[in-house]
């Protein structure tokens, strides 16, 4: 990969339970090999259990848990989905806060299927142009964003940069992009 994450930290924030595995572990192995150091956050301690779609898989251990670690400590945010998953995030108002932290800081986002849902609940789609799990796309479409059909999305409308796809097929491009972009570090002139 061209681009290096050397020195930069991203946090994947996932709940308890409910992770699609291969949205999580293809990501984290990209961050890797790029030269970063991923950091898995949760909203307890302890390990996550991920699944194969509604199947069990591996469990991994949390590093950080949101409300106790600020944004700040990190450079970039990925959201992995599976449907289970950023339907649990979006409950927790310390996840929420967590994932509208880097917004505000104008860290870049990537979210993959349907973890985009956790940005919906977090107030900041509106007037950004991003791709989801098609269930998603009414509750984008609500909350004020513009849903496209798209393998990988770059959006720059906002405060910072915010890296979409639809599913497990479109890992190999969202994690170029992701790479990519996290590369870059957060926008120096963020438009509000």
């Not at 290096?4 to 946090?11: H, I, M, S, Y």
């Not at 991920?50 to 469990?59: E, G, M, R, V």
């Not at 990925?78 to 880097?102: C, E, H, M, Q, S």
């Not at 479109?170 to 990519?180: I, M």
Request: charged share 20%; with cysteine; net charge negative.
């Amino acid at each position: 990969m061209a681009a290096t994450l050397q020195g930069k930290t991203v946090a994947f924030l996932v709940a308890p339970e409910g992770v699609e595995q291969i949205e999580l572990t293809s990501p984290w192995k990209a961050v890797q090999e790029a030269g970063g150091t991923p950091r898995l956050v949760s909203t307890r301690p302890g390990r996550v259990q991920a699944y194969h779609h509604l199947d069990k898989a591996d469990t991994f251990e949390v590093h950080d848990v949101a409300g106790e670690v600020p944004a700040g400590h990190y450079d970039a945010l990925v959201l992995p989905g599976g449907v289970a998953n950023p339907d649990i995030l979006r409950t927790d108002r310390d996840a929420v806060a967590f994932a509208k932290a880097f917004f505000d800081a104008g860290k870049p986002v990537a979210a993959i299927c349907h973890g985009p849902w956790t940005l919906v609940e977090a107030g900041v789609v509106r007037n950004r142009t991003l791709t989801s799990w098609p269930s998603l796309r009414t509750d984008i479409v609500n909350a004020g964003g513009n849903w496209v059909d798209e393998e990988v999305r770059i959006c720059t409308a906002g405060r910072n940069v915010l890296i979409t796809s639809r599913r497990p097929d479109d890992l190999r491009a969202f994690e170029g992009a992701l790479t990519t972009e996290f590369a870059k570090g957060p926008r120096a002139t963020a438009p509000a």
